[in-house]
């Protein structure tokens, strides 16, 4: 809802750069906003930040994946 509904230009300057990394602005806010005022800087920057999002999904979930293995135990067949 972040984004869509408010727009990060109506809260206040010091919380703009927090909201920037967030992964709400990745995910509504920037497209939406490269969708009505296209930047190739803005799309760098938000192409950058999905990229390093995905990167540390990938590697939290491998982490707890192999955790998750190493206490699995199954009994018979």
């Known amino acids: 809802m972040l984004g869509t509904l ?6 206040p300057e010091f919380l703009r ?3 920037k990394c967030t992964p709400i602005f ?3 806010y920037g497209p939406a906003k ?3 005022d296209f930047n190739i ?3 760098i920057q938000i192409c950058i930040a999905q ?9 939290v979930i491998i982490v707890l994946y192999n955790k998750g293995v190493k ?3 199954v009994n018979g067949g």
């Open 6 to 11: 408010f727009p990060i230009e109506m809260f």
């Open 17 to 19: 750069p927090i909201i």
């Open 26 to 28: 990745v995910v509504t």
């Open 34 to 36: 490269l969708f009505i």
């Open 41 to 43: 800087n803005t799309f």
């Open 51 to 59: 990229i390093s999002y995905l990167v540390i999904s990938i590697f």
């Open 71 to 73: 206490k699995l135990n």
